[in-house]
């Protein structure tokens, strides 16, 4: 069997199972700009998609020159969840991807346990993933681009990192997948990525991952 043979397939979710980045964002850059910071959406994207949210609320206090306020990510979760529940809808091509896959998989977020699972079962996935497959960074308080999702990930899946394929569409996912060892498809499909990375294969459809990850029964 060849070394890099891939055992298990970690996906992130927001992006990449799910068509929740421009819903959530577009949430983001509305709430802020109530408080006089006025971002694009194509700058939200660029700077802010996968990232961990605390990050992105320390620039916005840096540009704003003060604090949000306490319940600004309170407000934000409310009003995010709501836009989710009425307009979420899946990346074309998951739910035959995942009714193909033929190794065991799992997903990997950022995002807090109760948003994953809400984002599968709005759209109708929540039955591929228990909860003993749904790994989030806020259990462990690590977020991407740090590895340490990923390789908790793994080692609750039981297998080695260099045999775990990693599924990402953010430039943080990939980075942590990458500090993680892990065999890394970037799902790309507006060639957003193309040229920032080496050794992570980019792919413009779950389709075309599909065949490569060699899933079709």
Not at 113 to 125: A, G, M, R, Y
Not at 172 to 180: R, T
Request: aromatic share 8%; proline share 4%.
């Amino acid at each position: 069997m060849d070394e890099h043979s891939i055992k298990a397939v970690i996906f992130d979710c927001d992006g990449t199972l799910v068509d929740s980045e421009t819903l959530s964002l577009a949430v983001l850059v509305q709430h802020v700009a109530e408080f006089g910071l006025e971002i694009s959406h194509a700058e939200a994207m660029e700077r802010f998609a996968g990232n961990e949210l605390s990050v992105v609320f320390s620039e916005f206090e840096d540009r704003l020159g003060r604090k949000l306020p306490e319940d600004f990510l309170d407000t934000f979760r409310s009003r995010q969840m709501g836009v989710l529940r009425e307009q979420l809808q899946p990346v074309a091509g998951v739910h035959d991807l995942l009714d193909a896959m033929q190794v065991p998989f799992c997903v990997a977020s950022n995002a807090p346990v109760s948003k994953i699972q809400l984002c599968l079962e709005t759209v109708d996935l929540i039955h591929h993933f228990d909860e003993s497959v749904i790994f989030s960074a806020y259990q462990i308080k690590r977020w991407k681009p740090e590895p340490d999702l990923f390789l908790m990930a793994a080692e609750r899946m039981q297998v080695a990192p260099q045999h775990c394929a990693v599924v990402e569409d953010s430039v943080f996912g990939i980075k942590a997948g990458l500090a993680a060892g892990m065999q890394v498809y970037g799902y790309d499909p507006h060639e957003n990525l193309t040229g920032q990375f080496e050794n992570v294969q980019l792919v413009r459809s779950l389709s075309e991952l599909q065949r490569l990850l060699y899933v079709i029964p």
